[in-house]
């Protein structure tokens, strides 16, 4: 039930571009398609796009390969098969969504490479981090039966106030899989879940249950405290407070753009092909760039209005 924060670009990991030859892709009566008629075909279709992210890749990797290793990687895509039900139903999703396992890895590294960058370009300031712990709340654990109709929670409500077990009925009827399988637990801040399962979840007190169905737009829960601690000092939640803050970064695509434009426009990148000499354009812009561009372009605009 939490709401996705990752920020992701979009990755054309499944194509790759071949080197110019005559040698024969496919034929048919109409003739031979050779690598090189494929070459250029993929180059002014995807070539910017695909050279754009080899070229992010690249550099990101060569800071940040040490920290996200293939290792890293690996223990992510479990991370993710385990929580969408194992391999079968993990490789389902990703070919709806058109994913090989390898490709998505290839996802997952960019998402933690980026996510690194972020980490090693952002400084927080002391006023930061003394705002958001004003705002804090410390992580809770609750858990939760999720079914799709009231009357089921209705009723499900009922067994609980007769003395059945929690974690059992959330493992037999929960809708949310990931959670069920550990008894309906789950761990979260203030801004992670949706807004009516915190609100029902915050009011209560360790040990306590909702007495009536709370509705979202995924079903209705019945929502359990099981611990909800006090808030530390300022130095005891500096720590979480600085991975809330990163995580909100890491959820604003404008503020990756950002940090991944200064670390492009560091590493003297050159495009030796014209055709796609524009591809890092959106990176290697600077502000001052953009400005000057956009002045000379209203400038532009209100000569042809004076000239009409």
Do not use: W
């Not at 924060?5 to 790759?16: D, H």
């Not at 070229?55 to 290793?69: A, N, Q």
């Amino acid at each position: 039930m939490k709401k996705s924060l990752l920020v992701t670009i979009t990755i054309l990991a499944g194509l790759t571009i071949a080197g110019c030859s005559d040698s024969t892709v496919a034929s048919s009566t109409a003739g031979k398609i050779t690598e090189d008629d494929f070459y250029e075909a993929m180059k002014e279709t995807v070539g910017t796009s695909m050279l754009q992210q080899l070229i992010i890749e690249d550099v990101l990797t060569d800071l940040y390969g040490d920290v996200v290793t293939d290792e890293v990687v690996d223990k992510q895509y479990t991370t993710e098969e385990t929580a969408m039900g194992g391999a079968d139903a993990f490789e389902n999703i990703m070919l709806q969504q058109g994913y090989t396992p390898d490709n998505y890895k290839d996802t997952i590294r960019l998402n933690l490479l980026i996510e690194e960058a972020v980490k090693d370009k952002t400084k927080l300031s002391e006023e930061e981090i003394k705002a958001a712990y004003d705002a804090y709340t410390p992580a809770v654990t609750a858990a939760h039966i999720l079914v799709e109709d009231e009357e089921t929670a209705k009723d499900l409500i009922t067994q609980l106030n007769d003395g059945a077990d929690f974690a059992e009925l959330a493992t037999e009827n929960s809708a949310d899989t990931a959670s069920a399988a550990n008894g309906g637990e789950v761990t979260f801040s203030s801004g992670e879940m949706v807004a009516e399962f915190e609100e029902a979840a915050f009011a209560l007190k360790e040990g306590e249950i909702t007495t009536e169905p709370v509705a979202t737009e995924y079903g209705y829960h019945i929502i359990k405290m099981i611990e909800k601690p006090e808030k530390g000092t300022l130095e005891e939640e500096t720590d979480t407070i600085e991975d809330q803050l990163l995580t909100t970064k890491l959820a604003d695509s404008a503020y990756i753009q950002e940090v991944i434009s200064g670390i492009m426009q560091d590493a003297n990148i050159i495009i030796e092909d014209k055709d796609l000499s524009t591809a890092m354009d959106t990176y290697l812009v600077t502000e001052e760039e953009s400005a000057t561009e956009e002045s000379a372009t209203e400038e532009s605009a209100v000569e042809e209005s004076a000239a009409e």
